[in-house]
């Protein structure tokens, strides 16, 4: 089946720790991207991806890092400079490397919480 | 930057009656926009997708409308069913530093009862 994994399904930080959440794809996608939900907001971008090797900040990319070294991976990692990080994590992906547009496919998503 | 806003944010109707799901977003210059469903806990998964030049998409039960110049686009459910019961979110797609990005309204709770 093609589709988008995330894993965990839920994470628990601990104060000063860094986590990193996973987001897996078999879609063949080349742009992915990472979004954070709060409870009565909209999704928020926080990194996206539109080619191997490279990724841009989107609106609140602060206390957060990316890597893209493959095509069908993309990890977060919420660093301990994220002083609120409790949110539902949603990674999404889409076809084009040029990102016109297309149709973003998402994964389930990881809900992070804090000790 | 873009704000989208959806009213109402919560909407619960009898089983059968029709659903007219409404967002607006402030910077009339976008590529296209979508329709998602989110269901409780869950991804969001894509509804429709409507070009920027169209002025409606249809999918099964479901019909959008875009009106560009005055930033708004309905969401039609025709004949709802318990199973419609989610949450649906607008998304306008944006050029931004020559990037496409989305920016999302926070949803329409949807609760359809049997």
């Known amino acids: 089946d093609g589709g988008i994994t995330q894993s965990p399904k839920y994470l628990f930080r601990k104060e000063g720790q860094n986590v990193t959440l996973s987001c897996e794809q078999n879609l063949n996608h080349d742009a992915m991207y990472w979004y954070r939900q709060d409870p009565g907001q909209g999704l928020r971008l926080i990194y996206y991806s539109q080619i191997v090797n490279d990724f841009q900040k989107g609106d609140i990319a602060e206390g957060y890092s990316v890597s893209r070294e493959k095509k069908e991976s993309f990890p977060l990692t919420v660093t301990s400079a994220q002083k609120n990080p409790t949110a539902f994590y949603l990674c999404?992906?889409?076809?084009?490397?040029?990102?016109?547009?297309?149709?973003?496919?998402f994964g389930p998503g990881t809900r992070l919480l804090v000790l | 930057k873009q704000e989208v806003t959806q009213i109402p944010a919560a909407l619960s109707v009898p089983e059968g009656e029709n659903l007219v799901l409404n967002c607006s977003f402030t910077d009339s210059a976008i590529y296209n926009l979508q329709w998602f469903r989110q269901d409780p806990g869950k991804g969001l998964t894509s509804l429709l997708l409507?070009?920027?030049?169209?002025r409606e998409q249809t999918s099964g039960r479901l019909n959008a409308s875009l009106d560009k110049s005055s930033g708004r686009s309905t969401l039609y459910i025709a004949a709802s069913q318990p199973g419609d019961s989610a949450t649906y979110l607008c998304a306008p797609n944006r050029v931004e530093s020559n990037d496409y990005k989305l920016s999302f309204g926070a949803g329409t709770t949807v609760t359809v009862r049997a």
């Open positions: 409507i070009q920027s030049s169209q």
């Open positions: 999404a992906s889409s076809v084009a490397k040029t990102g016109r547009g297309e149709t973003q496919y």
